[in-house]
T-cell receptor, first 109, second 115 residues
């Protein structure tokens, strides 16, 4: 059983549409990170959220940390084909990062 | 260029034949880690190291060994590989324990197949 549950597992949308990926847990995290991984490469950090209720924006990507620091969401506005990839959330637990299973996002041109 | 390197990138081997996957980082990071990535399971930590000569088990350590004799290197050793160790492996490093203000940098991955 994974500490972090991501949904949906797969998401396929048309260019220009919006999408939201969810990351949920029953555990409290002192911080939560979002990574994007492209085929044949290692994950790359997008953002870290630390404070409950925190919202961070990275161009068309908006990240939110839940008030209780147990969940997070990633929202992409007007998705582009370059947003295609595997999105992973990870929470820090005792000197380690625990990862969700990931959400595969495909943006069709 | 700041990076984490892994070798080999691809490896096909047979059951029981010992192998080592090397990992090196040039960022003077104290924390290093090995993960395996399997479909539907995400990244699972195998071992991590907080500093030289300090290693500890992650979530799935069975069948693996590591060592940290130098700060920059963190090899992953499979003494007797089995088919259930077929996976995509990633090495990662960070200045300190990942999370919070510490970004974790990943290597390009090693795809291992054990027949």
């Amino acid at each position: 059983t994974q500490l972090l549950e991501q949904s949906p597992q797969f998401l396929s949308i048309q260019e220009g549409e919006n999408l939201t990926v969810y990351c949920n847990s029953s555990s409290v995290f002192s911080s939560l990170q979002w990574y994007r991984q492209e085929p044949g490469e290692g994950p790359v950090l997008l953002v870290t959220v630390v404070t409950g209720g925190e919202v961070k924006k990275l161009k068309r990507l908006t990240f939110q940390f839940g008030d209780a620091r147990k969940d997070s969401s990633l929202h992409i506005t007007a998705a582009q084909p370059g947003d295609t990839g595997l999105y992973l959330c990870a929470g820090d637990v005792s000197y380690k990062l625990s990862f969700g299973a990931g959400t595969t996002v495909t943006v069709r041109a | 260029e700041a990076q984490v390197t892994q070798n080999p990138r691809y490896l096909i081997t047979v059951t029981g034949k010992k192998l080592t996957v090397t990992c090196s980082q040039n960022m003077n990071h104290e924390y290093m880690s090995w993960y395996r990535q399997d479909p539907g399971l995400g990244l699972r930590q195998i071992y991590y190291s907080m500093n030289v000569e300090v290693t500890d088990k992650g979530d799935v350590p069975e069948g693996y060994k590591v060592s940290r004799k130098e700060k920059r290197n963190f090899p992953l050793i499979l003494e007797s590989p089995s088919p259930n160790q077929t996976s995509l492996y990633f090495c990662a490093s960070s200045l300190s324990s990942p999370g919070g203000k510490y970004e974790q940098y990943f290597g390009p991955g090693t795809r291992l197949t054990v027949t």
